[in-house]
């Protein structure tokens, strides 16, 4: 059915034709209208509702496939030898707050530039009216920069279209549910994805085991870690801090003190006042940022970035950030991260970096663990060169 055809269709769910949406601007443009960080998934998503989704049958095609979240495409390509070929829609938020991991990847797949664009960087900016047109075969939701489960307008209108979904989830409980939904993403690609995505799914749970044994087998002291996302993006103000999921729960399982933890144990982010951040005296100072905070006095870091690059960046970001006083630091206590490690089953290489970090002596030169090399070698079908963890002192 054309889209023309399908105005009927919209019409009789509620639906209006709207404009035709823009291309997305830098990813400094979200702090001018939005919170930068997604908000928090109700808890009604658990991990027998990932493993337990009733999955339809593909058979004999590609399955059309919209996005809800653009970074979910780095979790199709884990697992996917041609992601794009699947790929019937999806949000911009990628493209936004990564444009350098898009071209990189447009340079590989040049189809990616034309899947059509269905939102922005929010479920607010999801549009019912082009998912309904386009008439996927399954729509796929993640609940952080798009819909999850507390947006039930939007999963009302698409159930009523008899339009499949899926829910994973690799950003609020990403300990709990990131293995769960890279097998629930497998299943629906086929015996040859589900064993990639089971493959890859299995190690990064017997890391985690392997970190949880070891560390308390050790039971080291637990440093406090002050973790500031994208310090030194224009208009971010003071000061973002990982809640008590995300990257709070890799803190602590790492074995560190989140202080963001005591502000909220149910979200990703938090925001905490200046005055209450400089009272926390932490013994490890890390930052996020990405290759949009070049000249920013940001950390530049991720795609295209070298790891030179990004060592000289984060000096700059730490001896400008407004919550740590960094000649008081030593150098090996100053570390940054990629910021959109969270939106993907790469966060697993954060809790690597965070395990390194905080216990060198139990995680240093660990041959079991899990490297972004080790991913672009042996999983990845989009490459994703460039540094993503780095520390002050080399």
Known sequence: MSISGNLSRRAALGLTVGAALSVAAPFEALVA????????????????????????????????????????????????????????????????????????????APALAEVPRIGDASAASFSLETTLALEPDLVILGGGYGPGLHDTHIITKLKQAGIPILFVDFYHNPLEHSADSLRALGRIFGATAF?????????????????????????????????????????????????????????ELAGGINPGTELSSSRAWVKMARELVLQQQPDVYICTG?????????????????????????????????????SQMQPNSIHGLWHLFPTSPLNIIALEALCTWLHPSLFAKDPEQISMEKLNKDFLSLPMPGCYSVSLQS
């Not at 496939?65 to 794009?84: E, F, R, T």
């Not at 905070?293 to 030179?308: C, F, T, V, Y």
């Open 33 to 108: 209208s939005a919170n930068p960080h997604p908000p928090m998934l109700p808890q009604a998503l658990t991990r027998d509702c990932i493993k337990n989704q009733s999955l339809p049958k593909f058979k004999g095609h590609h399955p059309k496939v919209i996005l809800g979240d653009g970074h979910l495409l780095l979790a199709l390509a884990l697992i996917l030898d041609d992601p794009v070929a699947h790929l019937h829609g999806w949000q911009a938020d990628l493209i936004r707050h990564s444009p350098q991991l898009y071209d990189l990847w447009r340079q590989k």
């Open 290 to 326: 990405g290759p949009y905070l070049r000249g920013k006095n940001g950390l530049a870091i991720g795609p295209g970035i070298e790891e030179d690059e990004a060592r000289r960046s984060l000096g700059l970001a730490a001896a400008a950030s407004q919550t740590v006083i960094a």
């Open 195 to 251: 064993e990639r995505a089971n493959h890859l799914a299995s190690l990064i749970e017997q890391r985690i085991q392997t970190i949880k044994t070891r560390l308390a087998k050790a039971n080291p002291p637990r440093p406090k870690v002050l973790l500031e996302g994208n310090a030194g993006l224009p208009g971010m103000g003071c000061c973002w801090l990982p809640g008590g999921k995300g990257l709070g729960s890799f803190i």
